[in-house]
Nanobody, 115 residues
């Protein structure tokens, strides 16, 4: 069982920046990729960004050019640097760890962007 602990959420004005962190512990062997999803009120959970163990990244079109995902393998931590935040980025952001046969989720951290 892997534990994913997110931090870094909060309230920020439009145009501001936040950095989310997700530290993995426990059963980290076999994680192929890590990433972030988000869920806004009344909407489905959606992909934000992922990064593989080899460093390949994937982003939702809505965040390309504004968000950057990175990872520190020594710390088993993945980061999401979010710049030029918009009110529509307001959501609960969930960290995930992707294995070959399963996906594990964190508890989520709230990001609120005020206009």
């Amino acid at each position: 069982q892997v534990q994913l602990v997110e931090s870094g959420g909060g309230l920020v004005q439009a145009g501001g920046s936040l950095t989310l962190s997700c530290a993995a512990s426990g059963s980290i062997f076999g994680i192929n990729a890590m990433g972030w999803y988000r869920q806004a009120p009344g909407k489905q959970r959606e992909l934000v960004a992922t990064i593989t163990s080899g460093g390949s990244t994937n982003y939702a079109d809505s965040v390309k050019g504004r968000f950057t995902i990175s990872r520190d393998n020594a710390k088993n931590t993945v980061y999401l640097q979010m710049n030029s935040l918009k009110p529509e980025d307001t959501a609960i952001y969930y960290c995930l760890a992707i294995y070959t046969t399963k996906t594990s989720w964190g508890q989520g951290t709230q990001v609120t962007v005020s206009s």
